[in-house]
Nanobody
Framework: HLQLVESGGGLVQPGGSLRLSCVPSGFTLDYYVIGWFRQAPGKEREGVSGISSMDGKTYYADSVKGRFTISRDNAKDTVYLQMNSLKPEDTAVYYC??????????????WGQGTQVTVSS
């Protein structure tokens, strides 16, 4: 399994911002596709955003387009998810995952502890 550690979650008011971090443990993110997923209580886990280390291509779910930005800091070997204009419906546990292709990322079934994001006034 490719183990990653998520951080940066917290409680924020609607309209606020958070930046999540995803750091690999025991490997580097080179040559992998990295994705952010989230799971809200009572709902299935869903893909939020992804980035390919190979060609820099990115993906965003329609629900976060224009509000979230995924990026990678090569020097720190860290992937970030900048979340702006947060809404209560963004409340969820956020997970990151890595795979050797977009297709493999979609069927990933190994998850870390995640980081809780709560958007509430």
């Amino acid at each position: 399994h490719l183990q990653l550690v998520e951080s940066g979650g917290g409680l924020v008011q609607p309209g606020g911002s958070l930046r999540l971090s995803c750091v690999p443990s025991g490997f580097t993110l080179d040559y992998y596709v990295i994705g952010w997923f989230r799971q809200a209580p009572g709902k299935e886990r869903e893909g939020v955003s992804g980035i390919s280390s190979m060609d820099g291509k990115t993906y965003y779910a329609d629900s976060v387009k224009g509000r979230f930005t995924i990026s990678r800091d090569n020097a720190k070997d860290t992937v970030y998810l900048q979340m702006n204009s947060l809404k209560p419906e963004d409340t969820a546990v956020y997970y990151c995952a890595a795979a050797d292709s977009w297709a493999s990322l979609l069927v990933n079934n190994y998850w870390g502890q995640g980081t809780q994001v709560t958007v509430s006034s």
